[in-house]
């Protein structure tokens, strides 16, 4: 039984490209979250996410970030027009329904803005 | 109130050792509250949880001690060994929510 998958695990960007995170959770799991580690801190929720819905996404930044969870295909993680600041590891988790507690995360994408 | 502070932020144990890390909170409507281990370059992966209706929580190693009344819950991991050294996260959920929310973490080195 695979775990959480996550691609790419590593991301280079330069500052204004675009970056795309991808999050293939848990088999049998329908609902994903993203949290945000800044160097040397700990996780910061962003967004839960069932299929093609959005649960949550009070920790969201209001502009540059998007996600989704279609009804095929993996969740997406979208920040448009990176900066420097947005360099960190993100992290998503899932797990198989609604107030289920266990979270399952994956190896997470360490994302760099030159 | 949707913090949860944790302390030490490093700690160096010897191996054979107690390693004790610890979590406070504020907000009572949290009633789940898992700790994570975390290596260099993973993601975090449950340890062990607890819920707010017991005081303790033993899973081999691995001990919760859970506080009510003073909102305060820890980690206690006997026999600390090499292996052990990570990052320790506490973490907690709302009753009414799904999201976790994290403490700092603490660096844990086990000296052989």
């Known amino acids: 039984n695979a775990g959480v998958m996550q691609n790419p695990r590593h991301l280079v960007r330069r500052r204004g490209q675009e970056a795309r995170l991808r999050c293939s959770p848990m088999?049998?799991?329908?609902?994903v979250y993203w949290y945000r580690q800044l160097p040397e801190e700990g996780l910061k929720f962003m967004v839960y996410l069932q299929k093609e819905n959005i649960i949550d996404e009070s920790g969201m930044p209001k502009e540059r970030f998007s996600a989704e969870f279609p009804k095929e295909g993996p969740s997406i993680l979208r920040i448009q027009q990176v900066v420097r600041g947005d360099s960190a590891a993100y992290f998503c988790?899932?797990?198989?329904?609604?107030?289920?507690?266990?979270?399952?995360f994956g190896p997470g994408t360490r994302l760099l803005v030159l | 109130q949707q913090q949860v502070k944790q302390s030490p932020q490093s700690l160096i144990v010897q191996k054979g050792g107690i390693s004790i890390i610890n979590c406070a909170y504020e907000?009572?409507?949290?009633?789940?509250f898992p700790w994570y281990q975390q290596f260099p370059g993973k993601g975090p992966a449950l340890l062990i949880a607890i819920r707010p209706d017991v005081s303790e929580k033993k899973e081999g190693r691995f001990t919760i001690s859970f506080n009510k009344s003073a909102k305060q819950f820890s980690l206690h991991i006997m026999d600390s060994q090499p292996g052990d050294s990570a990052t320790y996260f506490c973490a907690a959920r709302l009753t009414s929510g799904s999201r976790l929310t994290f403490g700092e973490g603490t660096q844990l080195t086990v000296n052989p």
């Open positions: 088999k049998g799991h329908s609902h």
């Open positions: 988790a899932s797990s198989p329904a609604l107030y289920q507690e266990t979270q399952y």
């Open positions: 907000n009572t409507a949290f009633d789940y």
